[in-house]
């Protein structure tokens, strides 16, 4: 599978990521000149998988975000573009006597890595970094800030928790807010804008080579002194949307550049000569793509998709060309390259990832039982279904999509349905949904796994004693809540990574999480009560279904300990329950490998809970 492409500023090459074996790595592709065709290993000096890869802003470096030992904390090390160079430098370092936190890879400044380095006290320095001498400024530092974008003396962070986040300028001396206050709102993308001249350090001209002057900073209070951004927000409306400020001395200004009433922008990117926007919207956990002339705001119709899901973007600095993810139920994630003026695909790849496969699913609304519509998506087997399986995503802002899955083929094979739903608190569908699950509404997000099993039962999709429920992260709480306040509604359960009790879960995660969690959850303090009434592991005498816990040793989002103890509690009930436990793996469990083993597993517990 390839996936996460970084198109070089000249349109020229590409690097991407690739999970063919082992943990995902970077690989470099070269589209125009003598290597054409070619590629080249991105090689690093870590064992774990890389996670993101970026072009510098003047081509001549790849930045790669790697998780040691597929573990949750991060490093960041780059290599020069040329595939002779083979050196490759750790670029987060650390002081001497302080505990290693993480690093996540932002992007760059000019010729500077642009990153967030996070310590064991939750606090998160934003940081331009020196790829060539490690020196290293701090643009920002403070508890649950994130740092989204940097260019020409301005950067963008992030503020606030999980459903309640916005964007604040740092210019200068001064900390300014973009938007108007709106509670519940998130705004948490965004693009500085260089009115004075293309943000990256060659010519915007794609194929040249000249160097040309940096970025002007305009200190505020300047004649000149302005900034614009694009950023992604839900403040003002219902629906995220693509909108631009300008920041000046005199105060902010805003206005709607792109909304779809009723649907989601789910990301866009902007070129650096400022020509071309490339947006993706989400409908319905469907992507369509289009594209926007920056400079008179006219949009194009949308660009049909090679697949049902697409997601990071990538263009050059001219817009000449983006590059994307797109995948399918019948479609492993692979690179694509589209001209956006052309709407022509760029054929890179011969041979189309490899992997199981899957039929179309269909689209099902399910109507739960205080009223809400619910959005899922159902996959069939080719035959009469022995049971079903309900799968729920993490987040909880997650979202159930089309889009591509190894572990369904094996289960559809089988003759196991799967159901992928979206219960209240998923994203994509705006924001009163989002935050329709927020701390005292859990329950009825819990209620809604149980409105799922009605449904398939009630349509004819699986026998009522033949349904298991499992999840990952979130979804693996969600499964053995939904297994524990509703038991009789399981034969089976399968949770992966995912939290047994609230409580422990705040006291052991990484700080950084427990911050950002509590207008999800509850206060750790005040709603201490609340998340003990919502904790499955409280509820563990009721749980009568066979349940595997899956956990990756290194995780330190979900700790391990959340699934040992309830593994603990189910044998001293003498339920019958599993640990499998992977000692080189995270909390995504990227490993190929071990992903192979998990599928197998999943496939054999429920084949054996339906056998009874």
Known sequence: MNYGASLSPDATAFAHLVDDGGYPRAVQRFLRGWRASSSRDVELPIVGPVTRVIHSADGHWLACEVAPEGGTRSQIWVVTTDPDDRDARRVDIWPPDAPEGTAELIGWDGTQVAAILTGDDGVGSSCLIDPATGDTTVLDRRSAGRLVDSWAGASLVRVGPRGYRELIMLWGQREIALLPFDPGSTTDAGVILDDHQPRRMRSGLEGETALIEPAKNYPLGSSEGYVRALIRSENGASHARLMEVTVTAEGVSYHVVAERPGYELDEFVVSDDLSTVAMLWNIDGCSELQILEYADETLSEPIPLPGMVASELSISAGGSMVAMTVQGPSLPPTVE????????????????????????????????????????????????????????????????????????????EAGI?????????????????????????????????????????????????????????????????????????????????????????????????????????????????????????????????PLLLVHGAHDTNVPVGESEQMYDALRALGRTVELLMFDDDGHEIVKRENRAVLGEAMTKWLLAAFAG
């Open 337 to 412: 390259l589209v001209d956006p003026r052309t709407r022509e695909w760029e054929r890179i790849d011969r041979q189309p990832s490899l992997g199981p496969l899957t039929g179309t699913p269909t689209l099902e609304r399910i109507t739960a039982r205080d009223g809400l519509e619910l959005n899922a998506w159902l996959y069939r087997p080719d035959r009469e279904p022995i049971g079903a399986m309900i799968f729920l995503h993490g987040g909880p802002e997650g979202q159930a999509r089309p889009d591509y899955n190894e572990f369904y083929p094996r289960l559809l």
């Open 417 to 545: 349905a799967v159901l992928t739903p979206n219960v209240r608190g998923s994203g994509g569908f705006g924001r009163a949904f989002m935050h329709a699950d927020d701390r005292e509404l859990r329950f009825a997000a819990i209620d809604d796994v149980a409105d799922c099993v009605r449904y398939l039962v009630e349509r004819g999709h699986a026998r009522a004693d033949r349904i298991a429920c499992s999840g990952w992260s979130y979804g693996g709480y969600l499964t053995q809540a939904a297994l524990t306040f509703h038991p009789e509604l399981f034969a089976a359960g399968i949770s992966i990574c995912g939290m047994s009790d609230l409580n422990t879960f705040y006291r052991n995660t990484e700080p950084w999480i427990a911050a950002a969690a509590h207008p999800k959850y509850g206060h750790p303090v005040a709603d201490r009560d609340l998340l003990e009434r919502l904790s499955p592991l409280v509820r563990a005498p009721a749980l009568t279904a």
